[in-house]
């Protein structure tokens, strides 16, 4: 039997729009045992990334069972589907012998999903910036203080990422742009020197954040609570509805206190307290 093991991700990082990903300590795991027939649903994302592995290689596929152990929630902008993809594809590559280093399984990762943010940071672990230039992904691994925690705020409710999609504009003001460019460079910069003091207003966003947090009943009651709690820095993950909070140092305090708010305010909702995974996905 074949395990792979694949982690959460948070994706954006406010200005960063398709670009930055983060890889974070809550994790699928996929099993992967022969057999005649697999037992998932044929369009399942896992079985699909699996079939597409073997097609992209121009092998007969071999069949298998495939058991799906999930703690990343399900369309909550914390890359469930990224890991289901790069889970499939490793899968297939370990039944093939391990013929795909970590740059090809990213490609045909990317090919799936679209874009390679959340697939990348998935993959390679850490916070990883992506850029696509036509067929050819560009990535780099960013060295972050492993002092920081993220604290994901779970809502009770799914929000699809194609109707956060639907709610972009779909031509944007050329000040935007400039705003978002230099906020993800003042961003980036704060992780590079340790300037905690940069990241609130380097997570500030004009592209996505304001059209999709109207989706989120609570989102600015809930970030404004966060930073007099003590968070350095909120942004929407990936395309929603959870909201990630940056703490440098223990999280404890700051966690017990959001807990008591939410109880009284959106009952339902969840907190978990993570730390940057920096190895991305693994065979078990």
């Given at each position: 039997?074949?395990?792979?093991?694949?982690?959460?991700t948070?994706a954006?990082?406010?200005p960063?729009?398709d670009?930055?990903g983060?890889a974070?300590?809550?994790?699928n795991?996929?099993?992967f045992?022969?057999?005649?027939?697999?037992n998932?649903?044929y369009?399942?994302l896992?079985?699909?990334?699996?079939?597409?592995?073997?097609n992209?290689?121009g092998k007969?596929?071999?069949e298998?069972?495939?058991?799906?152990?999930?703690?990343?929630?399900?369309?909550?902008?914390l890359?469930?589907?990224?890991?289901?993809?790069?889970?499939?594809?490793?899968?297939?590559n370990?039944?093939l012998?391990?013929?795909?280093?970590?740059?090809e399984?990213?490609?045909?990762?990317t090919?799936?999903?679209?874009?390679?943010?959340?697939?990348?940071?998935a993959?390679?672990?850490?916070?990883?910036?992506?850029?696509?230039d036509?067929?050819?992904?560009?990535t780099?691994?960013?060295?972050?203080?492993?002092?920081?925690?993220f604290?994901a705020?779970v809502?009770?409710?799914?929000?699809?990422?194609?109707?956060?999609?639907?709610v972009?504009?779909?031509?944007?003001?050329h000040?935007?742009?400039?705003?978002?460019?230099?906020r993800?460079?003042?961003?980036?910069?704060a992780?590079?020197?340790?300037r905690?003091?940069?990241?609130?207003?380097?997570?500030?966003d004009?592209?996505?954040?304001?059209?999709?947090?109207?989706l989120?009943?609570?989102y600015?009651n809930?970030?404004?609570?966060?930073?007099?709690?003590?968070?350095?820095?909120?942004?929407?993950?990936?395309?929603?509805?959870t909201i990630?909070?940056?703490?440098d140092g223990?999280?404890s305090?700051?966690?017990?206190?959001l807990?008591?708010?939410?109880?009284i305010?959106?009952?339902?909702?969840?907190?978990f307290?993570?730390e940057?995974?920096q190895?991305g996905?693994?065979?078990l």
């Open positions: 039997m074949i395990e792979i093991r694949v982690p959460a948070t954006n990082l406010g960063g729009f670009v930055l983060l974070i300590d809550r994790y795991t996929f099993s045992s022969a057999s005649e027939k697999c998932l649903p369009d399942h896992v079985y699909k990334a699996y079939r597409y592995t073997f992209a290689l007969p596929v071999v298998v069972n495939i058991d799906v152990k999930g703690d990343i929630p399900i369309s909550r902008g890359g469930s589907s990224a890991a289901c993809i790069v889970g499939g594809i490793m899968g297939a370990a039944m012998g391990d013929l795909l280093d970590k740059d399984i990213l490609k045909l990762a090919e799936i999903e679209g874009h390679p943010d959340n697939v990348s940071p993959i390679f672990g850490g916070l990883m910036i992506s850029v696509m036509q067929d050819r992904i560009l780099n691994k960013m060295p972050i203080q492993n002092s920081l925690k604290v705020i809502p009770d409710f799914e929000l699809s990422t194609e109707m956060a999609r639907g972009l504009p779909k031509v944007i003001r000040k935007e742009g400039i705003y978002n460019v230099a993800v460079s003042l961003l980036l910069s992780f590079a020197t340790g905690m003091d940069l990241i609130k207003e380097g997570l500030n004009r592209l996505h954040v304001p059209y999709r947090s109207a989120i009943p609570g600015q809930v970030v404004d609570r966060a930073y007099e709690a003590g968070a350095i820095g909120c942004f929407l993950s990936g395309a929603g509805p990630m909070c940056m703490i223990d999280a305090g700051f966690v017990k206190e807990e008591t708010f939410l109880i305010n959106y009952p339902g909702w969840n907190i307290e993570h940057i995974d190895m996905a693994i065979r």
